[in-house]
């Protein structure tokens, strides 16, 4: 049987059916067992509690009457429960079997606190406010609470809505309210931080006659001076739960980051480059930018450099901008997913003209420069691998032989450790073992692929079909994308990616979603032998083209459009590269016009334009835009030249249209 605490009191049998638990006195009884579960009250201490100064006249006839109700209730609703109530020399013991409270406790302890944070349904133990035999329970529970919030600001993530309601419950608690003006001033909102903190001083002033203590007041003025660090934790990926066995690793890279200006992480796929590489970048004291390059390929790097170091894309070279705005900043720059890039005369080239810059790369490789240091990102030793596999799984059991197999590769850890509340430790410990004598052994495969392809591979035969279908379909997405995206491209229901969510398939993060690196390459594989890579990627295509032309960028909600442009921006070029063709361009071409990115405009559209068959309206369209970004790119030229140098690049039957454009 569930009780739930952690809120108004909830209990239901353990097919999920509701229990109706009768009276408020005995609802009360439930209570105060809870409070106390596992331990005995005495009937003496129940009988304060319910009744305080005011007992009945047979005030222990009356508690065994209570106590039979609570019984009877109980069993009325599965059969055998009465039995959860127990009487001893001691008192009365509530045998409880799952209590939210209890589940809350031991997902704090694991990491998982978004996880823990979601039993929470209003003020713990909401029935009895008024007790005092609750108040110490609901105190703690209630500061459990908060450092788990902390813990998730700390991380990066947002934490508005949970410190909001807090806030309006727990005026004066400084605490709380720290982590509110945090919350508020990470999402832009420093009047309302200002604000909070000011009605705060006021009430103390007013209530308590006291004032602000050092920490909230430090923070204010913080707030006051816009200081970095109140947004340098916000500024990369916050992390799901604790980074395990890289002690070491963690240390020698920030000594070799500070002798360095670059250092490169090479390992194999899933070993954790990227999660190292954040961590060193949340220590860093200064400004951190992520470059995210898996998606991009070599004709994108300038503009997604110049993306993250917020550089309009104004001239055709991109380069020497970016040079020159590095070279008075001090900056630790992160690269990752660099392998299937050629970055090193970039890179070289920034460091040079720039010398308040670091570098910090990932890759399967070094990058090659002169004055590189290159870190082997080793897999996790047994000790290690064996408490990453327990705190993700939840046990205590022996797991040493499956993290031997798994060769310490946290990913491959990672996505085990999720199916061992469907299969058991030796449940998976037998199936694991299968799968290995399947692929081990493959010629011209090296090892991380069949580690990886065989932990990806075991998870994929757990799924159901419509699962499948889902995960594969998602591999035509670039970059991140959205669940009306994923729902649009794959045409199933949205609870089928909150499911690969739920299996550590599909990783949500800052209400955007995206396949890890090896679940995607092992996805599209499944996509191709399903013969459904086409179609999907028309479907992909289709849902951008139908998002680009909904963004209503001429009027007041430009702003908000802009934003949900900027995060698809590597789906657009996906589905470009998938079906180039003219709507699309079209459709975006105002967007990249109001970005600055004129260089990536005018490929883009001479792409689609070289694309034959396509609607003569749209190409005009097209070539109407493709002059307007060269002409505004002349830099004051004579404009009617450089439209028709423009229009000379097309075929003549295209001319006829000069007039009608404009040009």
Known sequence: MFFGVLGPLVVRTDAGDPVTVPDTKVRTLLLDLLVNQGRPVSADRLIDDLWGDHPPRNATGTLQARISQLRTALDRAEPGSRGLVIHGSAGYTLAAEVVDSNMFEELVAAGRMREALALWRGTAYADVSDHEFARATRDRFEEIRLTA???????????????????????????????????????????????????????????????????????????????????????????????????????????????????????????????????????????????????????????????VLEIRDESTDLLPRLVDSLSTRQLLLILDNCEHLDLA????????????????????EPLGLAGERALDVPPLDLAAAIELFQARAGVSEDVESICQRLDGIPLALELAATRVRALGVQGLADRLSDRFRVLSGGRGVPERQRTLRATIDWSWDLLDEEERTMLRRLAVHAGTFSLEAATAVSRLPEQTVLSLVDKSLVVAAAGRYRLLESVADYSLERLTEAGEEAATRRQHAEYYLSLAQRAELRGPEQQAWLRRLDQESANFRAALDAVPNLKLVNALAWYWYLRGRLGEARRSIAAALDVPGQDSADRAAATVWYVGMTATDAKGTNLTAASEEALKLYPEEDSGRRGHCGF
Request: overall charge negative.
């Open 345 to 364: 005369d970039l890179v070289r080239r920034l460091l040079e003209s720039a010398p308040g810059l670091r570098v910090l790369a990932t890759s399967r």
């Open 149 to 307: 919030i902390e813990d998730l600001a700390d991380r990066g993530e947002d934490v508005l809505p949970e410190t909001t309601d807090l806030v309006r419950r727990h005026p004066l608690h400084e605490r709380l309210r720290a982590v509110h003006l945090r919350a508020l001033y990470r999402v832009g909102r420093q009047d309302e931080a200002l604000r909070s903190y000011a009605e705060l001083r006021e009430t103390l002033a007013e209530e308590l006659g006291a004032d602000p203590g050092p920490e909230l007041t430090d923070l204010h003025q913080a707030i006051l001076r816009h200081d970095p660090v109140l947004r340098n934790s916000a500024a990369l990926p916050a992390p799901l739960n604790d980074l395990i066995g890289r002690d070491e690793a963690l240390t020698e890279a920030q000594h070799l980051l500070a002798a360095n200006r670059l250092l490169t992480l090479v390992g194999p796929g899933g070993v954790g480059k990227t999660r190292l590489a954040l961590e060193l970048g949340r220590d860093h004291q200064g400004d951190v930018r992520l470059v995210e390059l898996a998606s991009q390929r070599q004709d994108d790097v300038l503009e997604a450099l110049a993306t």
